[in-house]
C-alpha cells in the first residue's frame, strides 16, 4: 500500500470506534431510578444538630465552596469529611460537633453540589475533586499539623482516590464510612442496593473516546439517584444532586485500579452498618485487607447506610483513631 492508503485506512479504523462512541453518548437517556428503592434518608431528615458555621474557600480556579467549620482546640489535627453522592457538608454536623473538642473539622461542599453551584453535578476535568481537596487542605492546615481525610459512601471513594493520587504527601490518616471502591468491587451491591442508575453505553462510549482523548463529551449524566420525594419535596429538596456528569462521577471513585489506590492509603478506620443497602458491609475487612495492613474495621450490627454517619459507635472509633493519631 501506499502512504495515502496507509492513512485512510487509519483514519478510517479510528473514525468508527469515534462515531459509534459519540452516537452511543448522544443518544437519549431514559432508564429513571425505581422510586421505591433508594436509601433511607428518614434518619438524616430527622437528625436535630446545631448548624456549623459556614465559610467560604477559594480554590485555585478562582472559584468558591462553601465549607462548614467545627473550630476545634490548638495543635488538634484537622479533619476534612467529605459527603457522599447527591448531598453536601450538611450531613457531618453532628459527628464534626462530636470531635470538635480534639480535632478542627472542615465539612465542604464539594464542587457541583449544595445550595447554589456554578453547575450542578458537574466539574470541569476528572480530577478536579482531588486538586480541590488539596487547595482546601493547603489553605487551613497549619504547619505540621496532621490532616485526616473522612468520606461517606462516594465521599470515602474520594478519600481512597486522594491517597493513591499526586496529593497524597497531604493526609497523614484517612476514615472510610461505608465506602465506594468500585462497581465490580465484592463490596458493591448491585446499583448500590437501587440508589444508583447508571447509564452503562454512555460510561462505554464515553470511555472510549476517552481512551482517544476525546474529552469533548464528558458533561453528559451518566447516573441518577433515586433521592426520595421526601428530601426532593421538603426543605432541603433544592440542595440535592440526583444526577452526575461522567467527568463528575469518575472523579468521585477509586480509578479503575481501585485495588492499587487502597494500597496507598495511609493508616486508615473503615467503619460500616451491618444493615448497609448500598454495600456488603461484612466484605471489607477480607477485601481491603490483603490490599493494605494499615486499616482497622468496625463493623456496626442493625445500622444502615446513612445512618452510619452519625451513630454513636462510629463517634466512639472515629475519636479513639484520631486519639492514638496524635
Same mark, same amino acid.
Given at each position: ?21 459519540? $452516537?452511543?453518548? @448522544? ?13 433511607? /434518608? ?16 477559594? #480554590?485555585?480556579?478562582?472559584?468558591? *465552596? ?11 489535627? +484537622? &479533619? ?11 450531613? /457531618? ?9 480534639? $480535632? ?8 457541583? =453540589? ?8 458537574? &466539574? ?8 480541590? #481537596?488539596?487547595?482546601? @487542605? ?10 485526616? +481525610? ?29 465506602? /465506594? ?21 454512555? &460510561? *462505554? ?17 451518566? @447516573? ?15 440542595? $440535592? ?23 496507598? +492509603? ?12 448500598? /454495600? ?17 474495621? $468496625? ?5 444502615? =447506610? ?8 462510629? +463517634? ?11
Amino acid at each position: 500500500m501506499g502512504i495515502a492508503t496507509w492513512v485512510y485506512v487509519l483514519c478510517g479504523s479510528i473514525a468508527v470506534p469515534v462515531v459509534l462512541a459519540g $452516537a452511543v453518548v @448522544i443518544w437519549p437517556w431514559s432508564v429513571e431510578p425505581k422510586a421505591a428503592s433508594g436509601l433511607d /434518608f428518614s434518619g438524616t431528615l430527622a437528625a436535630d444538630h446545631v448548624p456549623l458555621p459556614i465559610e467560604t474557600v477559594t #480554590l485555585r480556579d478562582g472559584s468558591q *465552596i462553601a465549607v462548614r467549620h467545627a473550630k476545634g482546640p490548638a495543635g488538634a489535627p +484537622l &479533619v476534612v469529611m467529605v459527603h457522599g453522592s447527591g448531598w453536601h457538608g450538611q450531613q /457531618f454536623e453532628g459527628l464534626a460537633a462530636g470531635l470538635a473538642d480534639l $480535632a478542627d473539622v472542615l465539612a465542604p461542599d464539594l464542587r457541583g =453540589h449544595g445550595v447554589a453551584p456554578a453547575r450542578r453535578g458537574d &466539574v470541569d476535568y476528572i480530577g478536579q475533586f482531588e486538586d480541590d #481537596l488539596a487547595d482546601l @487542605i493547603t489553605a487551613r492546615a497549619g504547619p505540621q499539623q496532621k490532616v485526616v +481525610l473522612l468520606g461517606h459512601s462516594s465521599g470515602g471513594g474520594l478519600v481512597v482516590r486522594f491517597a493513591g493520587g499526586e496529593h497524597r504527601g497531604l493526609i497523614d490518616g484517612a476514615v472510610l464510612l461505608a465506602p /465506594f471502591l468500585h462497581h465490580s468491587a465484592p463490596t458493591t451491591k448491585a446499583n448500590s442496593g437501587g440508589w444508583a442508575t447508571v447509564s452503562l453505553r454512555r &460510561v *462505554i462510549g464515553l470511555s472510549v473516546l476517552n481512551a482517544l482523548r476525546i474529552t469533548a463529551l464528558n458533561g453528559r449524566p451518566v @447516573i441518577r439517584f433515586a433521592m426520595p420525594e421526601a428530601v426532593l419535596n421538603g426543605p432541603l429538596g433544592q440542595t $440535592a444532586t440526583t444526577e452526575y456528569s461522567y467527568r463528575l462521577n469518575t472523579s468521585y471513585a477509586p480509578r479503575a485500579d481501585w485495588q492499587a489506590d487502597v494500597a496507598r +492509603l495511609p493508616p486508615f478506620l473503615l467503619v460500616a452498618g451491618s444493615k448497609d443497602e448500598a /454495600f456488603h458491609a461484612e466484605r471489607y475487612e477480607p477485601t481491603l485487607s490483603p490490599l493494605n495492613p494499615a486499616g482497622r474495621y $468496625a463493623l456496626l450490627p442493625d445500622v444502615g =447506610h446513612l445512618d452510619v454517619v452519625n451513630a454513636a459507635a462510629t +463517634l466512639s472509633a472515629v475519636r479513639a483513631f484520631l486519639t492514638e493519631l496524635r
